[in-house]
């Protein structure tokens, strides 16, 4: 069974720092894996994903996350955070192999930029 | 413009008296989905369709009906809603050429009493 774990649930950090939000997954094959971030009072938005080859994947506004396989992790990154970051960020995974299987998504770390 | 649309977005309503939160999407998407939201639980899965006439229970199905008549429509039916349904719900969909590339509806708040 697929699973994926976001082992924060708050990350705080200063504007103009490096910010990084962590996850990690399991799955018995090659997985698809994803990020998504939530405002307040907005539906879930892709922000994005790793399928196959390069292992840095660059997505919208700035964000990058890194696929490792060895560690089973899929972090988030962004080189200098701003204010307008601070919102709900889920990681997902899919095991293309398994048929149907959905996406799978963790609990959500709460990003939380400060001026 | 590319959308999910969901209605309604506000709801209030009482133990038993049956509801439907419609979902429309207008992007010819194959997938479409329904997940709840709740503190600490993060996004769960109800129900999902992979095209039309097709669904299937997610991971959470207690309590929801869903149909697939037209691509474009997936109607989230509580036939005798509990507050224990009471919760934010998402609908989504994606093609099926990028599986997991979700695009989301602005969310539904529910509330039983």
């Known amino acids: 069974a697929q699973s994926v774990a976001q082992p924060e649930d708050q990350v705080n950090v200063a504007e103009g720092n490096p910010l990084t939000v962590k996850c990690t997954y399991s799955?018995?094959?090659?997985?698809?894996l994803f990020w998504y971030v939530q405002y307040p009072n907005r539906g879930l938005q892709f922000l994005l994903k790793?399928?196959?080859?390069?292992?840095l994947v660059k997505g919208s506004y700035g964000f990058e996350a890194e696929f490792n396989k060895s560690q089973t992790s899929f972090h988030l990154k962004k080189p200098s955070a701003l204010v307008s970051d601070s919102a709900l960020y889920f990681c997902?995974?899919?095991?293309?192999?398994?048929?149907?299987?959905?996406?799978?998504f963790g609990k959500g770390t709460r990003l939380s930029v400060i001026a | 413009e590319a959308q999910v649309t969901q209605n309604p977005r506000y709801l209030i309503t009482v133990t038993g008296k049956k509801l439907t939160v419609t979902c429309s999407q207008n992007m010819n998407h194959e997938y479409m989905s329904w997940y709840r939201q709740d503190p600490g639980l993060g996004l769960r899965q109800i129900y999902y369709?992979?095209?039309?006439?097709?669904?299937d229970k997610g991971d959470v199905p207690e309590g929801y009906k869903v149909s697939r008549k037209e691509k474009r429509n997936f109607p989230l039916i509580l036939e005798s809603p509990s507050p224990n349904q009471t919760s934010l719900y998402f609908c989504?969909?994606?093609?099926?050429?990028?599986?997991?590339?979700?695009?989301f509806g602005e969310g539904s708040r529910l509330t039983v009493l």
């Open positions: 997902a995974v899919r095991d293309p192999n398994s048929g149907n299987t959905p996406l799978v």
């Open positions: 989504a969909s994606s093609p099926r050429t990028v599986p997991g590339e979700l695009f």
């Open positions: 799955v018995s094959g090659n997985p698809y």
């Open positions: 369709s992979m095209n039309v006439e097709v669904t």
């Open positions: 790793y399928i196959t080859g390069d292992n």
